[in-house]
C-alpha cells in the first residue's frame, strides 16, 4: 500500500476529468456533473499521490426507497485512474469518506455499483440488495448497501 498521499475535499470542477475517463468515457468531461453535486450536503473527496489526484468521490445526501435510515447517504462517482488501480487508493479513500459520514451520523451508505465493482465494494463491507438492472450505456449494476452506525 502507498503511503504518500493525501485526502481532501474539492469542488465538482475537479471530478469531471476523472469521472469522464474512467466512469464515462462516452461523454464529454463538462457533462459528467451529476445532479446534486453542488448541494450544500454534498461532498466530494480526492486523494492526492506525488500532488496527482489519482481517487475520487462523492457523497450524497440521498435516501433509497428501500431502506429505512435517518440519516442516508449514496456514494457516486468513485474512480481510481486506471494507472494507479490495485495500489489501495480507492480502499483508502472510502474508508476515510466513511469516518467523515459518521462523524456526522450518517447511518446508511448506498450505491448503485457496477458488476466490476462488485469486489471492491465486497471487500469494503458492502451487501447486495435487490436484482441487477441496466444502466444505459454503462451496463448492469445492483444497489450495494453498508450501514454505518450498528442497528
Ligand atoms: C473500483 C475502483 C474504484 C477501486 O479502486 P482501486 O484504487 O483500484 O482499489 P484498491 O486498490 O483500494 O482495492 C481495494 C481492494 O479491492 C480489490 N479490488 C479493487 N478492484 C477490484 C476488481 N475490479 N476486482 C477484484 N478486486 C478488486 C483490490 O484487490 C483490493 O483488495 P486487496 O486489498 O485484498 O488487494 C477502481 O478499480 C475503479 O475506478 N474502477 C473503474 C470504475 C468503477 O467501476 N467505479 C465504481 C463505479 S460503481
Known amino acids: 500500500m502507498k503511503l504518500h498521499h493525501h485526502i481532501s475535499k474539492i469542488p465538482t470542477e475537479y471530478t469531471l476529468p ?3 475517463k474512467v466512469l464515462k468515457p462516452f461523454l464529454h468531461a463538462d457533462d459528467c456533473v451529476n445532479p446534486g453535486d453542488d448541494a450544500p450536503t454534498t461532498f466530494h473527496l480526492g486523494l492526492f499521490h506525488e500532488r496527482k489526484l489519482v481517487t475520487i468521490c462523492t457523497f450524497l445526501s440521498e435516501p433509497h426507497k428501500d431502506f429505512n ?3 442516508p447517504y449514496r456514494l457516486r462517482g468513485m474512480a481510481t485512474d486506471p494507472n494507479y488501480s490495485g495500489q489501495g487508493f480507492g480502499q483508502i479513500l472510502l474508508q ?3 469516518v467523515l459520514l459518521k462523524n456526522q451520523y450518517c ?9 466490476k465493482a ?14 441487477l438492472f441496466e444502466m444505459d450505456r454503462i451496463g448492469p449494476h445492483k444497489v450495494m448497501y453498508k450501514y454505518l452506525i450498528p442497528r
Do not use: T, V
Not at 107 to 115: E, F, H, M, S, T
Open 18 to 20: 476523472l469521472r469522464q
Open 69 to 71: 435510515s435517518g440519516n
Open 96 to 98: 476515510h469518506g466513511m
Open 107 to 115: 447511518d446508511l451508505l448506498w450505491c448503485n455499483a457496477r458488476i
Open 118 to 131: 462488485f469486489p471492491f465494494y465486497e471487500k469494503m463491507g458492502f451487501y447486495y440488495h435487490g436484482p
